[in-house]
């Protein structure tokens, strides 16, 4: 026998995984030091200090200890990589929202309303899927400049279909049940029905989504910042940190390293939160 | 059936003319498409022969008409860089990519099907936690990190591989790598998931009860059935792919599409981005199409 006996039955559900406990803890300290980062004794991430140049993690020079090591202009690692932290965080976070506000209105709305209407949206939804996405905000930044508003805006309007098609199967559900039905036969606006109503039932499955969906931003935010067209150097983010590292790999490894080392702890922790409240809340994103 | 698979290719069709829609307007965005292509520091006079040259000074209508009766017929413009059709250009770097992606699509396959295997038949044990632990670090590590650690390890440390380059099998391997890790990493999750979900039915027990053996049954009822969602996922893939291959051809100095593309936009080269973009969306829905063809095919309970 090879396999265990047990093979083909089902075993009960462990009532508690340390998953989403880890996952959890792993992303909020990532996000508590770097939001507390100002106010810690660390030198300013922007200023160069030429006669620091490429000091390996640990060094203790006159402005302190550099925990991290320095760069090719003098400057604390550690400093700009909590900096670069906030910022990639601020813009992935401000993109996400925008696409879940508008992939929830537009999905929500194809599933009540149906007909031409639903299968419009459809189509729209079809077409963002279809188009490489890092290409088409390759374009936009080349078109019209590599500004903070730009990339936000731009990661946020091509990252909304996921968020549609979730929403419109949800909705689907949820007008058959009868308490739709009853506050339609009440009169209410469809308005109303759709935000008072059956927008509070999509708040589960929504938010997991966010949370499975966010380490895929993070890392595209990354990427475009690598190929530098995001957010320009000097100031950092975790995706150019990478990227002006690589130039000078062989002479410091910490510079690639350690940027790349938050990137996963950052994409590890969500998907583990996200698996964890996938499973808890039994919900299905199919 | 037949009329499943002509509303499904309408669909496409569809979204082929919405996604020429939205390339034909991107540029129109910036509100003057000439002064944006023409290099910086050109005077007013080259911008307006440039406009005029182009078309840009005709009605919006007439020059999206005049652009798709132009892709239709097979012309998706001139390079403003190397002044050569894009179609040319971008023939020469298909083969490269295609390498690239089928090897590391063809690896990411094996090797995730049997970590979802291994997980799914010693669930909760340590093998499961250790092919689960691989499976979660190839979706947590950005392509292109894991690929300047792998040149950092075995070009630069080690000197086993080179770093860059493209033509010999020692070149193909860490690029293939890089870019297969996720899929790796996603197949195998999806295997170990759809594999569980399948091993408690009905049918699986009345396999074992027949007498067959663990093995047999494993494969032939269990993992064929856990394969369908597969199937469907790597259709899904070809659309993340070429982002992929963008960053790993630019690390790996490839010289693929991706590489064509990022080159491309930095020399604001803006035909040959459309023409690319245009072309991988066709790939992907073309693709997709396939599968939703083939998943018919695969699994009996769909008859249409």
Same mark, same amino acid.
């Given at each position: 026998?090879?396999?265990?006996?047990?093979?083909?039955?089902?075993?009960?559900?462990?009532?508690?995984?340390?998953?989403?406990?880890?996952?959890?803890?792993?992303?909020?300290?990532?996000?508590?030091?770097?939001?507390?980062?100002? *106010?810690?004794?660390?030198?300013?991430?922007?200023?160069?200090?030429?006669? @620091?140049?490429?000091?390996?993690?640990?060094?203790?020079?006159?402005?302190?200890?550099?925990?991290?090591?320095?760069?090719?202009?003098?400057?604390?690692?550690?400093?700009?990589?909590?900096?670069?932290?906030?910022?990639?965080?601020?813009?992935?976070? +401000?993109?996400?929202?925008?696409?879940?506000?508008?992939?929830?209105?537009?999905?929500?709305?194809?599933?009540?309303?149906?007909?031409?209407?639903?299968?419009?949206?459809?189509?729209?939804?079809?077409?963002?899927?279809?188009?490489?996405?890092?290409?088409?905000?390759?374009?936009?930044?080349?078109?019209?400049?590599?500004?903070?508003?730009?990339?936000?805006?731009?990661?946020?309007?091509?990252?909304? /279909?996921?968020?549609?098609?979730?929403?419109?199967?949800?909705?689907?559900?949820?007008?058959?049940?009868?308490?739709?039905?009853?506050?339609?036969?009440?009169?209410?606006?469809?308005?109303?029905?759709?935000?008072?109503?059956?927008?509070?039932?999509?708040?589960?499955?929504?938010?997991?989504?966010? =949370? +499975?969906?966010?380490?895929?931003?993070?890392?595209?935010?990354?990427?475009?910042?690598?190929?530098?067209?995001?957010?320009?150097?000097?100031?950092?983010?975790?995706? %150019?940190?990478? &990227?002006? &590292?690589?130039? #000078?790999?062989?002479?410091?490894?910490?510079?690639?390293?350690?940027?790349?080392?938050?990137? /996963?702890?950052?994409?590890?922790?969500? %998907?583990?939160?996200?698996?964890?409240?996938?499973?808890?809340?039994?919900?299905?994103?199919? | 059936?037949?009329?499943?698979?002509?509303?499904?290719?309408?669909?496409?069709?569809?979204?082929?003319?919405?996604?020429?829609?939205? !390339?034909?307007?991107?540029?129109?965005?910036?509100?003057?498409?000439?002064?944006?292509?023409?290099?910086?520091?050109?005077?007013?006079?080259?911008?307006?022969?440039?406009?005029?040259?182009?078309?840009?000074?005709?009605?919006?209508? *007439?020059?999206?008409?005049? #652009?798709?009766?132009?892709?239709?017929?097979? @012309?998706? $413009?001139?390079?403003?860089? #190397?002044?050569?059709?894009?179609?040319?250009?971008?023939?020469?770097?298909?083969? /490269?990519?295609?390498?690239?992606?089928? =090897?590391?699509?063809? *690896?990411?396959?094996?090797?995730?099907?049997?970590?979802?295997?291994?997980?799914?038949?010693?669930?909760?044990?340590?093998?499961?936690?250790?092919?689960?632990?691989? /499976?979660?670090?190839?979706?947590?590590?950005?392509?292109?990190?894991?690929?300047?650690?792998?040149?950092?390890?075995?070009?630069?440390?080690?000197?086993?591989?080179?770093?860059?380059? #493209?033509?010999?099998?020692?070149?193909?391997?860490?690029?293939?790598?890089?870019?297969?890790?996720?899929?790796?990493?996603?197949?195998?999750?999806?295997?170990?998931?759809?594999?569980?979900?399948?091993?408690?039915?009905?049918?699986?027990?009345?396999?074992?009860?027949?007498?067959?053996?663990? *093995?047999?049954?494993?494969?032939?009822?269990?993992?064929?059935?856990?394969?369908?969602?597969?199937?469907?996922?790597?259709?899904?893939?070809?659309?993340?792919?070429?982002?992929?291959?963008?960053? =790993?051809?630019?690390?790996?100095?490839?010289?693929?599409? $991706?590489?064509?593309?990022?080159?491309?936009?930095?020399?604001?080269?803006?035909?040959?981005?459309?023409?690319?973009?245009?072309?991988?969306?066709?790939?992907?829905?073309?693709?997709?199409?396939? !599968?939703?063809?083939?998943?018919?095919?695969?699994?009996?309970?769909?008859?249409?």
């Amino acid at each position: 026998m090879i396999f265990p006996t047990k093979l083909l039955s089902r075993r009960p559900r462990k009532r508690f995984s340390g998953d989403g406990v880890v996952g959890g803890g792993l992303l909020a300290a990532v996000i508590l030091i770097a939001l507390v980062s100002p *106010w810690l004794p660390l030198p300013d991430p922007l200023t160069n200090n030429l006669a @620091d140049i490429f000091m390996p993690p640990g060094t203790t020079t006159a402005d302190g200890t550099h925990w991290l090591g320095t760069d090719q202009l003098g400057r604390d690692l550690l400093a700009r990589i909590l900096s670069g932290t906030r910022l990639s965080l601020m813009v992935v976070l +401000l993109a996400a929202a925008i696409a879940a506000v508008i992939g929830t209105l537009l999905g929500m709305v194809a599933g009540y309303a149906g007909g031409w209407v639903d299968a419009t949206i459809m189509r729209l939804m079809d077409i963002q899927l279809a188009v490489p996405f890092i290409l088409l905000i390759l374009l936009v930044m080349a078109l019209f400049g590599t500004t903070l508003e730009n990339i936000i805006i731009i990661m946020g309007v091509t990252s909304w /279909a996921i968020y549609a098609r979730v929403a419109r199967a949800k909705t689907l559900e949820l007008r058959e049940l009868e308490f739709v039905e009853a506050v339609r036969a009440m009169g209410f606006s469809t308005p109303r029905i759709l935000l008072r109503h059956i927008l509070p039932n999509l708040a589960t499955p929504l938010i997991v989504l966010l =949370t +499975l969906d966010i380490p895929r931003l993070i890392v595209l935010e990354a990427s475009i910042g690598f190929l530098g067209m995001g957010i320009q150097p000097p100031t950092p983010t975790l995706g %150019n940190l990478i &990227g002006e &590292g690589r130039s #000078y790999m062989l002479l410091a490894q910490w510079l690639v390293l350690y940027p790349g080392l938050v990137i /996963a702890a950052l994409v590890i922790g969500c %998907n583990l939160l996200g698996d964890s409240l996938l499973r808890k809340t039994h919900t299905r994103l199919d | 059936m037949l009329r499943y698979i002509l509303s499904r290719l309408g669909q496409s069709v569809l979204v082929m003319f919405g996604v020429s829609l939205l !390339i034909f307007y991107s540029l129109h965005l910036t509100g003057d498409p000439a002064a944006v292509m023409m290099p910086p520091g050109s005077s007013q006079a080259e911008i307006a022969h440039f406009r005029q040259a182009m078309g840009f000074d005709q009605p919006l209508l *007439w020059q999206y008409g005049h #652009y798709l009766n132009a892709v239709l017929h097979g @012309d998706l $413009g001139q390079s403003l860089r #190397y002044d050569q059709p894009v179609t040319e250009l971008i023939v020469q770097r298909v083969p /490269a990519t295609l390498l690239l992606a089928v =090897t590391a699509l063809a *690896w990411s396959t094996i090797v995730g099907v049997l970590l979802g295997l291994v997980s799914a038949i010693w669930r909760n044990s340590f093998m499961d936690l250790l092919a689960r632990l691989l /499976a979660f670090s190839g979706q947590a590590i950005p392509v292109f990190w894991l690929g300047l650690l792998m040149i950092l390890l075995f070009s630069l440390q080690l000197r086993w591989l080179p770093s860059s380059g #493209y033509g010999s099998a020692s070149q193909l391997i860490m690029p293939a790598i890089s870019l297969g890790a996720y899929y790796m990493s996603a197949i195998a999750r999806l295997v170990r998931a759809s594999l569980i979900d399948v091993l408690h039915l009905d049918y699986l027990r009345t396999a074992q009860a027949k007498g067959l053996s663990q *093995w047999r049954i494993l494969i032939r009822h269990g993992l064929r059935n856990a394969l369908i969602p597969v199937v469907t996922v790597q259709g899904m893939y070809f659309a993340s792919l070429l982002g992929g291959a963008l960053v =790993t051809e630019i690390i790996f100095a490839w010289p693929g599409i $991706g590489r064509l593309a990022v080159q491309a936009i930095q020399n604001r080269d803006f035909p040959l981005v459309q023409a690319i973009v245009l072309l991988a969306a066709l790939v992907f829905v073309v693709v997709n199409l396939l !599968i939703d063809l083939l998943y018919v095919v695969l699994n009996p309970r769909i008859r249409l």
